[in-house]
């Protein structure tokens, strides 16, 4: 799998990696043994970067990840988690005190003595101007409990001001072929700094998978169903904030691109892989055929500019109007 560069961690990964939301909570039950399936099938197939937050499943992802990287010593992983959202969202929970107590568990959850990187998990606004934040973010990395750290974020806003930051190693921001914005400034900023982006959401929640249609339902645990509206967290990370009906027609208008050989979702995975700037690239999957066909993506031929020019004016038709400028 061709490697791509986090320059101010000094690492390269595989630029398809895994999101390990599914396996800690969120999208309907998976048992411990399919999670630990999933995960052996995405590092078999050349995965090297897993992404994962100590809120998914309140650490069983952190967990069971911990567990399969005792099991599977000398793969040369990565492993990213996430603090901050197991709290109430004030400005004011971002303390270095609380810093060390969240890492601590997150390093007991995945017995590792040094976290690789740590993203704050799209905390308020307000964290990202605050310069006691980072450093006390620089004091974790002094005391050796993380590596280095980024930022997951929910608005490009909050992407460029925390790409300013001297420390900040990645951002990790929603992009996929119905969430464009990121394109216009963010990736070009970041390529310019030296932070790694990491695209999440690749999939637009399954959407751009092209499993769905208008007969789909989903679990009342995950959340395409209780968050479809926004009614438990940002709405922008359900769907990626795309109308249900909407995305399945941006789908359908995208189906003719993806050609023999390939799937919808490994189109629409190649799509980000394909623009400047991106690190990695995190689908999740709830099992080994998911993950499977995910990583294969990376081998996939490149898009040409007929296919990507597509892409874009299905998005300014159907796409932009409604999500463009609300992150």
């Known amino acids: 799998m061709e490697q791509r560069s986090f320059d101010r961690l000094g690492r390269q990964v595989g ?6 939301w599914q396996l800690g909570a969120d999208w309907g039950q998976v048992s411990e043994s399919d999670a630990l399936a999933v995960l052996d099938a995405a590092v078999e197939s050349g995965v090297t ?4 937050a100590d809120v998914y499943g309140d650490g069983r992802s952190e967990q069971l990840i911990g567990r399969f990287l005792r099991d599977n010593a000398g793969h040369g992983l990565t492993v990213a988690t996430k603090m901050g959202r197991r709290v109430a969202q004030t400005p004011q929970a971002y303390t270095l005190d609380n810093f060390r107590a969240w890492t601590d568990r997150s390093r007991a959850n995945l017995d590792v003595d040094t976290l690789d990187l740590v993203q704050l998990h799209c905390p308020p606004s307000e964290v990202f101007a605050d310069d006691r934040v980072f450093d006390g973010l620089d004091t974790l990395v002094a005391e050796k409990r993380i590596a280095g750290y980024g930022v997951s974020v929910e608005t490009c806003d909050q992407a460029l001001t925390a790409i300013a930051r001297p420390g900040v190693a990645s951002v990790q921001i929603i992009l996929n072929a119905v969430r464009l914005k990121p394109l216009d400034e963010v990736l070009p900023a970041a390529a310019a700094a030296g932070v790694g982006i990491i695209a999440r959401v690749p999939l637009a929640s399954g959407l751009l998978s092209g499993r769905y249609d208008e007969r789909t339902t989903f679990a009342a645990d995950d959340h395409r169903t209780y968050n479809r509206h926004g009614e438990s967290f940002d709405v922008g990370e359900t769907f990626s904030g795309v109308d249900f009906d909407l995305g399945l027609t941006v789908v359908r208008r995208l189906a ?4 023999d050989g390939r799937t919808m979702a490994q189109f629409a995975l190649r799509w980000i892989i394909d623009q400047p700037g991106v690190t990695v690239v995190i689908p999740g999957a709830r099992n080994p055929e998911q993950a499977r066909g995910n990583a294969a993506a990376a081998g996939s031929p490149a898009l040409t500019a007929t296919e ?16 463009h400028d609300r992150w």
């Open 49 to 52: 970067f897993l992404d994962t």
């Open 15 to 20: 630029v398809v990696g895994l999101g390990a």
């Open 308 to 323: 990507l020019d597509t892409v874009r004016s299905v998005y300014d038709e159907l796409v932009r109007p409604r999500v």
């Open 256 to 259: 003719p691109l993806v050609g």
